[in-house]
């Protein structure tokens, strides 16, 4: 048994010092992730407020309050301005809307009569326009509730979250970000560690040593499992630093679990395809392709609740559809709703990938 052990250990060092010093390898794994995290980042300062120019034209006490309900309603993106700096603004599309509080306001509230706060909106994207659409009567609204008792239209405004936190757009776009690392990471470190085995001749060097073929294999799948889970843990500690992922209590043990189990199912395809190619080249491109793909179809872009019937369709026989809510419930939301079943999902998906791993490694060194 100790000879046994100090095999796969053996065998484990080996493969984490040829990952470290193999840049190929490393960019492969950590490039794709990022480029879609600075996609999200993107996508997330030019949608998650609308940008509008904010013209006040009223000096009076309503007119201000009115201003200030604009500025709070975390929609837009408000720039104060003159009526000239506001069209040059909007015709130099630097805005999407130009709204405008007129100047007697006050005046008109304070009679009860109708007070137009009129809307100038650029009508280029439907997304940008209709968040302006919805936005601004519901910043109107506010202003009336503000009013109280003295107010000619009576308005109650109650809400209740069904989450208990509010899960900014691009925090929301980190952990299915995390999954496609994890994904990237078991998929191309082990195909690469197990084909470079065939390719380097270094395999007939493994067969003739003291090891058993059991430790050779097992060896592998945790070599490349280790380096897999740590890189996941990693990147989920570093957003928990940055507060974009930040489980709590035993939430934290629930989120590992889910990363070990993603873990274990991208190493063990990743140690299939590399002992059935046999040769690095086209294991990158296949392992990378394969990562994305389950990435996208298990809706890592958006909320698969919400995506085209056809695509949840799909997705309901995607491994990572059930890592990616798992983890979500976890860390945003400190809940393990459906937990049992996503668990359940993603340990029978590793078990079947890694025996699909070791079934490869088995024909492909008899």
Same mark, same amino acid.
């Given at each position: 048994?100790?000879?046994?052990?100090?095999?796969?250990?053996?065998?484990?060092?080996?493969?984490?010092?040829?990952?470290?010093?193999?840049?190929?390898?490393?960019?492969?794994?950590?490039?794709?992730?990022?480029?879609?995290l600075?996609?999200?980042?993107?996508?997330?300062?030019?949608?998650?407020?609308?940008?509008v120019?904010l013209?006040?034209?009223?000096?009076g006490?309503?007119?201000?309050?009115?201003?200030?309900?604009?500025h709070?309603?975390?929609?837009?993106?408000?720039?104060?301005?003159?009526?000239?700096?506001?069209?040059?603004?909007?015709?130099?599309?630097?805005?999407?809307?130009?709204?405008?509080?007129?100047?007697?306001?006050?005046?008109?509230?304070?009679?009860?009569?109708?007070?137009?706060?009129?809307?100038?909106?650029?009508?280029?994207?439907?997304?940008?326009?209709?968040d302006?659409?919805?936005?601004?009567p519901d910043?109107?609204?506010?202003?009336?509730?503000?009013?109280?008792?003295?107010?000619?239209?009576?308005?109650g405004?109650?809400?209740?979250?069904?989450?208990?936190?509010?899960?900014?757009f691009?925090?929301?776009a980190?952990?299915?970000?995390?999954?496609?690392?994890?994904?990237?990471s078991?998929?191309v470190?082990s195909?690469?560690?197990?084909?470079?085995?065939?390719?380097?001749?270094?395999?007939?060097?493994?067969?003739?040593?003291?090891?058993?073929?059991?430790?050779?294999?097992?060896?592998? $799948?945790?070599?490349?499992?280790?380096?897999? @889970?740590?890189?996941?843990? !990693? *990147? +989920?500690?570093?957003? #928990?630093?940055?507060?974009?992922?930040?489980?709590?209590?035993?939430y934290?043990?629930?989120?590992?679990?889910?990363?070990a189990?993603?873990?274990?199912?991208?190493?063990g395809l990743?140690v299939a395809?590399?002992?059935?190619l046999?040769?690095?080249?086209?294991?990158?491109?296949?392992?990378?392709?394969?990562a994305?793909?389950?990435?996208f179809?298990?809706?890592?872009?958006?909320v698969?609740a919400?995506?085209?019937?056809?695509?949840?369709?799909?997705?309901?026989?995607?491994?990572?559809?059930?890592?990616?809510?798992?983890?979500?419930?976890? $860390?945003?939301?400190?809940?393990?709703?459906l @937990?049992?079943?996503?668990? !359940? *999902? +993603?340990?029978?998906? #590793?078990?079947?990938?890694l025996?699909?791993?070791?079934?490869?490694?088995?024909?492909?060194?008899?």
């Amino acid at each position: 048994m100790f000879s046994f052990l100090r095999s796969i250990w053996a065998i484990i060092r080996k493969d984490l010092r040829v990952w470290l010093n193999n840049r190929r390898n490393i960019a492969a794994t950590i490039i794709p992730p990022l480029a879609f995290l600075l996609i999200q980042a993107l996508g997330a300062v030019a949608v998650g407020r609308s940008p509008v120019a904010l013209v006040t034209l009223d000096s009076g006490s309503k007119g201000h309050q009115m201003q200030q309900i604009f500025h709070n309603a975390d929609v837009f993106r408000v720039t104060d301005a003159t009526p000239a700096q506001a069209k040059n603004l909007y015709d130099n599309i630097q805005v999407i809307a130009v709204i405008t509080i007129p100047s007697d306001f006050t005046q008109r509230v304070d009679a009860h009569d109708p007070s137009p706060v009129s809307v100038h909106v650029n009508n280029l994207n439907l997304d940008f326009t209709n968040d302006v659409r919805r936005s601004v009567p519901d910043a109107i609204t506010q202003f009336y509730q503000a009013q109280g008792s003295a107010s000619p239209i009576k308005v109650g405004i109650q809400e209740q979250d069904l989450r208990a936190r509010d899960v900014q757009f691009f925090q929301y776009a980190v952990l299915p970000t995390i999954i496609l690392l994890l994904t990237l990471s078991g998929l191309v470190t082990s195909s690469i560690s197990t084909s470079r085995e065939w390719e380097t001749r270094t395999v007939k060097e493994l067969l003739l040593s003291p090891a058993s073929r059991t430790a050779i294999i097992v060896g592998k $799948v945790l070599a490349g499992f280790v380096t897999t @889970f740590l890189l996941g843990l !990693l *990147v +989920l500690l570093l957003g #928990a630093a940055l507060d974009w992922t930040r489980p709590t209590g035993i939430y934290w043990l629930t989120s590992i679990v889910i990363l070990a189990m993603i873990a274990l199912f991208s190493t063990g395809l990743g140690v299939a395809l590399g002992a059935a190619l046999q040769k690095s080249q086209p294991v990158i491109a296949i392992s990378i392709n394969v990562a994305i793909y389950l990435f996208f179809l298990a809706g890592g872009i958006g909320v698969i609740a919400f995506e085209p019937l056809w695509l949840q369709n799909i997705a309901a026989y995607v491994p990572l559809t059930y890592g990616i809510h798992a983890l979500g419930q976890a $860390v945003f939301y400190s809940s393990s709703d459906l @937990f049992g079943r996503d668990m !359940l *999902v +993603l340990g029978v998906c #590793a078990i079947a990938a890694l025996a699909l791993g070791v079934l490869s490694m088995r024909r492909g060194i008899v």
